[in-house]
């Protein structure tokens, strides 16, 4: 099981970090982060492996930063320079394996989703 927070309302330019804790016995699955705009397909954001090896969509590389705490069971995404584009529902997911896929059908659990709105 994964449960998101940290979403919310944000001007253009500002920043959010979201938090995505993560339940379960396995420590080494491989977590990520997806959005979801509306009209628009789940896009993959940003992931992470249980060592730190990250992954970033194009469009968030340099303004986005993963990063997790296993003692925790907790990824984060820290967001900076928000824009209106980045407008979304998001959504944490966890796959059972080590390795890392930016495809949704990779994830074997998903959480309900926090909404971020940047308004311009």
């Known amino acids: 099981q994964v449960v998101e927070s940290g979403g919310g309302l944000v001007q253009a330019g500002g920043s959010l970090r979201l938090s995505c804790e993560a339940s379960g016995r396995s420590l080494r699955h491989y977590l990520g982060w997806f959005r979801q705009a509306p009209g628009k397909e789940r896009e993959f954001v940003a992931g992470i492996t249980w060592n730190g090896n990250v992954m970033y969509a194009d469009s968030v590389k340099g303004r986005f930063t993963v990063s997790r705490d296993n003692a925790k069971n907790t990824m984060y995404l820290q967001m900076i320079n928000l824009q209106s584009e980045d407008t979304a529902v998001y959504y944490c997911?966890?796959?059972?394996?080590?390795?890392?896929?930016?495809?949704?059908?990779?994830?074997?659990?998903w959480g309900q989703g926090t909404q971020v709105t940047v308004s311009s």
């Open positions: 997911a966890a796959r059972m394996i080590p390795s890392g896929t930016m495809r949704t059908s990779g994830y074997d659990y």
